[in-house]
């Protein structure tokens, strides 16, 4: 038997048909829904008097739009928003969905952070949401992405998805992790180093010792930005802490099902000798905590670099890095230490997990936000809120000066209340810097929540391990 | 969906790399629950100052391209989100052939779904039909998907490679959920054959 890649196996598992020509129907085992990217496909389905084939896969969360305020059990205020989640409400109910977690519910969440939580993600799996972000569910060895509403229609209605097999490419980080370097350290700098358009048509699979002594936590924040990267997925084979974090969980499965999966789930990896068609390697020892400085997620520097000429780059990225500047308000030279903030976000799909707020916490430990700045928390779900209110992290965090909000996507782009003003600078755990991203004409500059939590103890762009 | 054959129009030129998802559809757009009405915020803050009004150095405001039904960028556009509302965008406004040297994947897979063509060259021939697309109003390009060639104003003649699968559908204005419900059988062998082989799933 040829070696295959961890890829090549998910994929042969799932495969229902497939053409002469490539086109591929593929199987979809999870299918996960939101209120923004799903309204116009259950109108779709409606019109054509077509139903849900398996409401039983289908796990839908209100998270963009809801307010992060406590009061948000009066309902929201906005009546667009208000609208988008009534309409999942009312979709849900209508086309029968079976897991669907209300925006009052303790287990809402981002739907990112409720898949793995619920159980719902398992190794091996194909997974697909309306959202780029589905990227995170690799970090369990399932072959998850992004896809369009049309394609979200297609999936409700058929339980597969009509695509093409993309290319096999593999990033190694090597060696151990320095002191003060976390996941999130890890993901930008992979993008630095291949750009945005680096893993364009192809599944990467994350390997290597940096990546394997990652929590669970730590490899989803790698997985959520493989599409920064380009790549619509991100994989790493599954192991003992894959299975210990799955293990329990209200999805999972139980007895001897748990034996069957388990024996499947240890063939997951990829095959000594397989082929991949692109092959990047890092050395763990050369990534310092970084920053972007631009807007696209390859403007990553370290944080001890300087904002950089235009001029130093080439083709349509030197007339891209000048916007940027000028977008962001920077001027060549300037060291990154200096650049002085308004705003901290930790939060978001990238980083509002348990082990984030606790990695805030620890930086905190003794310290305060900054006066006038602010500074606000968002966990990924109410479960991560609840255990972090139970571990007393909620309470020190508060004390700091933090505001300690309600789950949702929140400040990661916007669509709810949690927005910048023009001009404001934010240090943001969250996992784009476009322009008008977190709010029109504010900057973002994307980093780990060790490091935004130093910038929100100085109000600057802080090296983490000055403080440690 | 409508189909794609053949489409003679004017070509915008926007020669900037890495166009995001963000800046062809800001996230208040994406509010609706509706497909059509988009075109207003398509490159929103491109094209509006904070007071909503037009920026007239930005492409689309001038007027030798209010009309333009093919835009011609830089690499890698469209990445970013997963959001169909940039495609619908592209639509409502007017745009039905997007020609760059890449896409992002979601972005390039959406526009199919739309009647939308997205057309990879090699650099060297995007800048042909963006220098052609400079010319204005008066440089019309004709895009004829079964020739698979553009053709510019000046009678240049550019081949460009597409999916045979997806060819097929554009031309046809195809639905996709058709397509595969006409497979139904082979979706229930699999789900009957993955029910005892991953029963935990």
């Keep these: 038997m040829p070696a295959k890649t961890l890829y090549d196996k998910i994929w042969d598992a799932h495969l229902v048909h497939e053409a002469e020509d490539g086109t591929a129907l593929l199987y979809i085992d999870r299918h996960l829904v939101h209120e923004v990217t799903s309204p116009q496909a259950f109108e779709g389905l409606r019109m054509a008097g077509r139903k849900v084939r398996a409401p039983e896969r289908t796990i839908a969360v209100p998270d963009h739009n809801v307010p992060t305020s406590a009061d948000r059990a009066q309902g929201i205020e906005n009546p667009e928003s208000r609208l988008q989640v009534e309409t999942l409400d009312r979709n849900a109910r209508e086309f029968g969905l079976m897991h669907y977690y209300e925006m009052n519910d303790i287990r809402q969440g ?80 992979v993008i630095g180093a291949t750009g945005t358009a680096g893993g364009t048509g192809h599944v990467i699979e994350y390997c290597g010792e940096a990546i394997r002594s990652l929590s669970m936590e730590g490899r989803m924040t790698v997985c959520n930005m493989a599409i920064e990267g380009g790549a619509r997925a991100g994989l790493i084979a599954p192991d003992e802490k894959t299975f210990a974090y799955v293990m329990g969980r209200p999805h999972a499965p139980k007895g001897a099902q748990w034996e069957a999966a388990l024996a499947w789930w240890k063939t997951l990896f990829s095959d000594e000798g397989a082929h991949f068609d692109k092959v990047v390697t890092l050395r763990a020892e050369d990534i310092a905590p970084v920053v972007t400085w631009g807007t696209s997620p390859e403007d990553v520097l370290p944080i001890t670099g300087t904002v950089p000429d235009p001029d130093s780059f080439s083709g349509g990225k030197v007339e891209a890095a000048r916007r940027s500047l000028d977008y962001m308000g920077l001027t060549p030279g300037t060291r990154l230490q200096d650049v002085a903030i308004d705003t901290v976000f930790i939060g978001s799909c990238t980083n509002g997990r348990i082990e984030d707020l606790r990695e805030v916490a620890r930086i905190m430990e003794g310290r305060r936000v900054k006066d006038g700045l602010r500074a606000m928390i968002v966990p990924g779900s109410g479960l991560v809120r609840a255990q972090a209110e139970e571990e007393g992290i909620a309470q020190k965090l508060q004390e700091a000066g933090f505001e300690w909000r309600m789950a949702g996507c929140s400040m990661c782009l916007g669509m709810n209340p949690d927005q910048l003003k023009p001009g404001e600078r934010c240090a943001s755990t969250s996992n784009r810097n476009f322009e008008g991203r977190q709010g029109r004409g504010g900057r973002t500059h994307l980093m780990s929540p060790a490091m935004a939590a130093a910038a929100a103890i100085t109000g600057r762009l802080t090296d983490v391990r000055e403080l440690a | 969906m409508q189909p794609f054959t053949t489409l003679t129009g004017v070509a915008a030129p926007l020669p900037q790399v890495n166009v995001d998802t963000d800046m062809i559809i800001p996230k208040q757009y994406l509010k609706t629950i509706e497909r059509t009405g988009l075109g207003k915020g398509l490159f929103d803050e491109m094209r509006y100052d904070e007071e909503g009004n037009e920026r007239p150095d930005f492409v689309l405001n001038q007027p030798a391209y209010r009309n333009a039904e093919v835009l011609v960028a830089g690499e890698n556009f469209g990445c970013g989100s997963s959001r169909e509302h940039a495609p619908w965008a592209l639509l409502d406004f007017g745009i039905r052939c997007v020609i760059a ?11 199919f779904k739309n009647g939308i063509l997205p057309i990879v060259l090699p650099q060297e021939q995007v800048d042909i039909v963006m220098e052609d697309a400079r010319r204005g109003a008066n440089a019309r390009v004709t895009v004829d998907l079964e020739a698979q060639t553009i053709t510019t104003s000046d009678g240049t003649v550019i081949s460009f490679e597409v999916e045979p699968f997806r060819k097929h559908c554009l031309l046809n204005g195809l639905d996709d959920i058709g397509l595969s419900l006409q497979k139904a059988a082979a979706i229930d062998a699999f789900e009957a054959q993955a029910a005892t082989a991953r029963p935990w799933v």
């Design chain 1, 110 to 189: 981002i739907v990112h952070i409720v898949g793995p939580e619920q159980g719902w993600t398992l190794p091996g799996m194909t997974v697909v949401c309306g959202d780029s972000h589905t990227a995170t569910h690799g970090a369990f060895g399932a072959l998850a992405h992004g896809i369009g509403t049309s394609e979200v229609e297609h999936v409700l209605a058929t339980q597969t998805l009509i695509t093409r097999k993309s290319k096999n490419m593999k990033v190694e980080v090597t060696g151990t992790l320095p002191p003060g370097v976390t996941a999130k350290d890890i993901t930008l700098s």
């Design chain 2, 101 to 111: 040297p890449s896409f992002a994947d979601i972005f390039f897979n959406n526009c």
